[in-house]
């Protein structure tokens, strides 16, 4: 039951079941058999203590482990946490977002790809993968040099590993990096190419794509590959207290709406179901400065 949990999911529910063993041993209270009154009780102390609605929601679920449906799900509790939304609102991060363009001409100016030192061509290549894709750094992370495939349009990159979104039933994301002849020094095939040949004789005891461009060039995670993401997101001059890496996202499948793309091949490529509402509901934003399949979506974000 633990593994169909992430670590993450684990380590945010950790928090809130410290405080409910707490709470019940304060109050002579059975932890794992107890009352709809008694689980209002508890999230009405740390909704005093400060929470707002995501973490009272988080709360709710991370109860629902131990106490199942029927009482997480209780309309009572239903309506407390409506009524917390109310009091103390959960508002986006940001309602707008960057013009891609303003990335893309910037690292156009990281050419010939030959000449960049493996610094730049690294965060150059993560930040063209962030944005004619639309997927997490996880993603990226699970990259193997073993799933790429090349063929005439550009490569083809298979991700095995489960991700954030991997569901029963759920097909595992494939990545299209096309050739995009009309400008070259943002092409993402180009740059993958080059990448590959810079890192081929350093990559010898990890089959990773991305591997650190210092010494020993191990394997890097996501969260460093966020981090270059967001060095090359401010030096394009975009303001990264407001946006972090994971804007791209925004960013890209806005712009890719605005161009036309159509919402199916928007919801493909960015790994959401077909009858997903996260595009609409949370990522379709507007351009602060104001079709197909895979490689539509990211030849139309590099035009």
């Known amino acids: 039951m633990l593994a169909s949990l992430s670590n993450n999911t684990i380590k945010q529910y950790d928090t809130c079941l410290k405080k409910w063993f707490a709470y019940c041993h304060q109050n002579n209270l059975n932890t794992y058999n107890t009352s709809v009154t008694n689980v209002l009780s508890f999230l009405t102390h740390i909704y005093n203590e400060g929470a707002k609605y995501g973490t009272l929601n988080s709360c709710r679920s991370a109860l629902s482990l131990l106490l199942g449906q029927k009482i997480i799900n209780n309309d009572f509790i239903n309506r407390f946490l409506k009524g917390v939304f109310n009091l103390r609102p959960t508002l986006p991060k940001y309602n707008l977002t960057w013009d891609i363009d303003q990335v893309l001409n910037f690292i156009a100016n990281w050419y010939p790809n030959e ?61 299209s990096l096309p050739y995009f002849s009309q400008r070259p020094e943002i092409c993402p095939a180009k740059t993958l190419n080059v990448y590959l040949n810079k890192t081929r004789q350093l990559r010898q005891n990890t089959n990773s794509l991305f591997i650190s461009f210092r010494k020993p060039h191990r394997s890097v995670c996501s969260q460093t590959l966020s981090r270059w993401v967001k060095n090359v997101l401010t030096s394009s001059g975009i303001d990264t207290n407001v ?61």
Do not use: C, M
Not at 120 to 135: D, E, G, R
């Open 115 to 175: 000449d960049l030192n493996l610094e730049k061509i690294s965060k150059k290549l993560i930040t063209l993968f962030a944005l004619v894709t639309a997927h997490r750094a996880q993603t990226f992370s699970l990259i193997k040099a073993e799933n790429i495939t090349h063929n005439d349009s550009g490569f083809i990159i298979k991700i095995p590993d489960l991700i954030k979104t991997s569901r029963v039933g759920s097909q595992q994301p494939v990545l």
């Open 243 to 303: 946006f972090s890496a994971h804007s791209t996202r925004h960013a890209a499948t806005s712009k890719a709406l605005k161009l036309g793309v159509s919402l199916d091949s928007i919801r493909k490529t960015a790994g959401w179901s077909a009858n997903s509402l996260v595009f609409a509901k949370y990522y379709n934003k507007l351009i602060s400065n104001n079709v197909s399949s895979e490689i539509d979506f990211a030849r139309n974000i590099l035009s």
